[in-house]
């Protein structure tokens, strides 16, 4: 494993020196080099340590640049590190950085940038919400540390000289390498904090290390980021300008697309099929790493009916997903039966027995399943549902509403606002309530770690055969087995209702050229793409 | 009436703390904080970022800290969603949007509106009464999120002459259409409210006699009918220019203009308390301010108040 691991390293430093834009033969690269995308909501802060959202996530990654960067798949290639080496233990690992790397004032970017910036995630004083990300990557100390039992400086990062920087783990970490494109472990330059205090990240202040650099930020309105002469390999950057346009309204955004305003965007729920028969070449659907599902309260404060598998089982198979994807959502969305989402990289989707049935067989077996719990349509059993506002989940709840019916359940829809919704499960106040989660990074485990029982997991699910699988997975050369099993785990069991896997189904104008389809994270880099003439 | 200012003013400082102390109690009350996530933060780092905003305070330790804070520095605070920007920052970028379209709103509705209802009320059941009502009513039932997209398909997608939304204060362009959405209901109340109150007015004694006593009709409209009809329209237009220079929800989100209305909503819901108070105290103090200004119109205006 570590043999391999630095061979492919290493040969990643050579065979790929620099991933940037690469022109497709028979393309012609337009005059202007603007991008415009599209923006749901104001960005909070382009601080990589503060910043908490996904949109944040994507203008950072334009202004910074990690250890490691993706490629159009989803693939860690080098960012600002060249390659790596991994101890026989699995507990250190070495990363030479590249030596022309420079901040966009000049400096050279070197190793004590990045130990600054794992500092700064997780010092208790400077509160960054993210803290937890340098824990889920195992660095050592980073526990101790945000819990105050610890200096900030004993944190396992160090730079042995300005290109050398070494990280200590706690344990092996199979995913390590896949969380440093993740803008919570980007480098931040000391100096320039210190200077501006708060105002560091303001346009004129801010000092990156990305190819673009920050020329203006009009708070809830545009996000202007300009190619940055410093970066390294600034002479393969072709994008010129990069544009964060806010349109708070969906339906808005899509008029502005087709007012030439924005290159990216969106598709409102249910404007798919339309869509793409207008627009064939610019209405796209492509996977996305988000799992949707009911959770099942399955702790002292949930219902005692659920307790019982079978119940639960009969509630799963109930559902007729295929409905769910095809009528309801109409974005190319995938039916669900398991957790983990089938495009993340390098995950064997298991095979859940409930797939491979049909939805009559189902259906029957759920029926049989709820009658042997005693319950039938003249005697129901009642259940609650909990959903944030939303018009896609309340036409999923609803569907599944009518959906159990006939089998003998009776629900309940309690619609709520998002804060309360959230407060509700983290409390256990719930018996079913709809949840996502999103990849942290391009691993299984980012999914299955939720339902440890030291987990997130807000149905307090607790199976000790899962969490021990979940710890082998950690160190094992193949974790796809353990992932298989864990999966197997949770199909018997059920602490959730599997439902379905995310697709973004955007519009992207026709010219727009080097978006990364195939990266089920979704993660974009300016630096890869470019104009194309009409 | 100096003294009835003051009287007033003294009044004023304790309704603005009531309503501190009591948005503060509701806005906390509220379940669910600033940093509850879907993801649940670990219970350190959640105690950790409750240290950094002294959430962890007793509530009236909290709520003395915030006016103490306000009262010496005039300072509203940190925003717990946006960790990089203070209140006073928020507040700084969009109130200044939201004051310029609707300002610009309060003078196209008082403008036209006054001008529209008169003319209509003179030359009462003539084409242009019908109109002018015709006008004002298609405005009062074309609410502003139906004004709004009508306004974009025209003018962005077929013609192509504005942009479809955002903001900036070089360009006017922009402005036009949030300015015309969010002033087109309150023309056709200003409208409406003019018509009628003039209606009255013109069938009243004291015209009669101007009439009688051979004044033109032009004066008579001018000096003797104008100022009283217009009294029911300024204890209209007192709330509706609070509203409308405080900003509108449906504006703000529509055309994306990152004013304060849509701080507003967006600091109840995602429980950023300190821009949510900035904003409460910002509004209450202008309608606090405005009902005031109302009233000293309203004296100087008709005498029998003042006297």
């Known amino acids: 494993m570590t043999k391999f691991l630095m061979t492919t390293a290493l040969a990643l430093s050579f065979a790929a020196p620099s991933f940037a834009a690469t022109v497709a033969e028979g393309d012609t690269l337009a005059e202007t080099q603007e991008y415009n995308f599209w923006l749901l909501d104001g960005i909070k802060t382009v601080d990589p340590q503060l910043n908490t959202d996904v949109e944040g996530s994507d203008v950072i990654r334009q202004l910074f640049e990690g250890l490691m960067n993706e490629d159009a798949t989803g693939a860690m290639i080098p960012g600002v590190a060249t390659d790596y080496e991994m101890s026989e233990d699995g507990l250190t690992y070495t990363f030479n950085l590249r030596e022309d790397a420079r901040w966009s004032n000049g400096e050279p970017v070197r190793a004590q940038d990045f130990v600054y910036g794992w500092q700064r995630a997780v010092d208790p004083a400077n509160a960054s919400e993210y803290a937890w990300f340098i824990e889920l990557m195992n660095v050592v100390n980073a526990t101790e540390i945000v819990n105050g039992e610890a200096e900030v400086d004993t944190l396992g990062v160090t730079a042995i000289d300005d290109t050398t920087l070494e990280v200590q783990l706690s344990q092996p970490t199979a995913y390590f390498i896949k969380t440093l494109s993740h803008a919570t472990t980007f480098p931040v330059l000391q100096s320039v904090v210190e200077e501006h205090g708060d105002d560091w990240t303001q346009p004129g202040n801010l000092v990156g290390n990305g190819a673009y650099t920050l020329t203006g930020h009009n708070i809830g309105v545009t996000i202007t980021m300009e190619k940055?002469?410093?970066?390294?390999?600034?002479?393969?950057?072709?994008?010129?300008?990069?544009?964060?346009?806010?349109?708070?309204?969906?339906?808005?955004?899509?008029?502005?697309?087709?007012?030439?305003?924005?290159?990216?965007?969106?598709?409102?729920?249910?404007?798919?099929?339309?869509?793409?028969?207008?627009?064939?070449?610019?209405?796209?659907?492509?996977?996305y790493s988000c799992s949707y599902a009911y959770l099942v309260n399955m702790s002292d404060k949930g219902r005692e009916e659920l307790q019982d598998a079978n119940v639960r089982r009969a509630l799963a198979l109930g559902l007729n997903r295929d409905i769910i994807v095809d009528q309801v959502l109409q974005g190319g969305q995938r039916p669900s039966y398991n957790w983990t989402h089938w495009a993340i990289e390098g995950f064997e989707m298991p095979e859940i027995e409930m797939a491979s049935m049909s939805q009559e067989d189902r259906t029957a077996e759920a029926k049989r399943l709820l009658e042997e719990a005693g319950y039938t349509p003249d005697n129901p059993l009642r259940l609650t549902l909990n959903y944030n506002t939303s018009e896609d989940h309340k036409k999923i709840a609803v569907v599944a509403q009518q959906m159990w019916k006939p089998l003998g359940v009776e629900l309940t829809l309690n619609n709520m606002e998002w804060k309360v919704h959230t407060d509700r499960m983290q409390e256990q106040d719930f018996e079913l309530a709809r949840y996502a989660w999103c990849a942290d990074y391009n691993e299984a485990s980012t999914f299955l770690d939720y339902f440890r029982s030291t987990g997130s997991n807000y149905g307090e699910f607790d199976n000790a055969e899962y969490d021990a699988l979940l710890d082998e997975a950690v160190t094992s050369e193949n974790p796809n087995e353990q992932y298989t099993a864990a999966e197997q785990i949770l199909a018997a069991?059920?602490?959730?209702?599997?439902?379905?896997?995310?697709?973004?189904?955007?519009?992207?104008?026709?010219?727009?050229?080097?978006?990364?389809?195939?990266?089920?994270?979704?993660?974009?880099?300016?630096?890869?793409?470019?104009i194309a003439a009409e | 009436m100096f003294g009835y200012i003051l009287r007033r003013l003294a009044v004023a400082i304790p309704t603005l703390l009531l309503l501190i102390v009591f948005s503060f109690i509701l806005m906390h009350a509220a379940p669910g904080g600033p940093f509850t996530r879907d993801r649940e933060i670990p219970a350190q780092v959640l105690a950790n970022l409750e240290a950094k905003y002294g959430l962890d305070d007793p509530l009236w330790k909290q709520i003395l800290d915030y006016v103490w804070g306000i009262i010496r520095h005039f300072d509203f605070g940190p925003s717990f969603v946006y960790p990089d920007r203070s209140v006073n920052e928020i507040i700084a970028a969009g109130f200044p949007v939201t004051l310029t379209y609707g300002l610009l709103s309060f003078v196209l509705a008082v403008g036209v509106g006054v001008a529209l209802g008169a003319a209509a009320a003179i030359r009462q059941n003539s084409w242009l009464d019908y109109l002018a009502v015709g006008i004002s009513i298609g405005a009062q039932v074309l609410p502003n999120f139906v004004m709004a997209p009508i306004l974009v398909l025209l003018f962005t997608l077929t013609l192509g002459w504005l942009p479809g939304g955002g903001w900036s204060f070089n360009n006017p362009d922009y402005w036009i259409m949030p300015v015309i959405a969010l002033g087109t209901s309150y023309m056709a109340s200003i409208a409406r409210i003019t018509r009628s109150s003039m209606l009255e007015v013109l069938s009243s004694n004291h015209i009669r006699t101007a009439r009688a006593k051979g004044l033109p009709e032009r004066r008579v409209i001018w000096k003797h009918a104008m100022k009283p009809a217009l009294l029911p329209v300024i204890s209209y237009l007192g709330p509706a220019f609070v509203s409308m220079i405080t900003g509108s929800v449906v504006i703000d989100m529509y055309f994306s203009t990152g004013g304060i209305g849509k701080s507003f909503v967006d600091s109840a819901l995602n429980r950023d308390y300190a821009v949510m108070m900035g904003v409460t105290i910002l509004v209450g103090a202008l309608t606090i301010l405005f009902s005031l200004v109302v009233d000293i119109m309203y004296a100087w205006i008709d005498p029998k108040i003042r006297y």
């Open chain 1, 493 to 530: 069991e059920l602490p959730l209702i599997p439902i379905y896997h995310y697709a973004n189904v955007d519009m992207i104008k026709p010219y727009v050229k080097g978006v990364p389809l195939e990266n089920v994270m979704n993660n974009w880099y300016g630096k890869d793409m470019y």
């Open chain 1, 228 to 287: 940055n002469p410093e970066y390294w390999d600034a002479e393969n950057v072709i994008l010129e300008k990069l544009t964060g346009v806010v349109v708070n309204d969906q339906n808005v955004a899509l008029t502005r697309y087709q007012a030439g305003e924005l290159d990216r965007m969106d598709i409102p729920a249910g404007q798919y099929p339309r869509l793409s028969e207008e627009f064939p070449d610019e209405a796209i659907s492509f996977p």
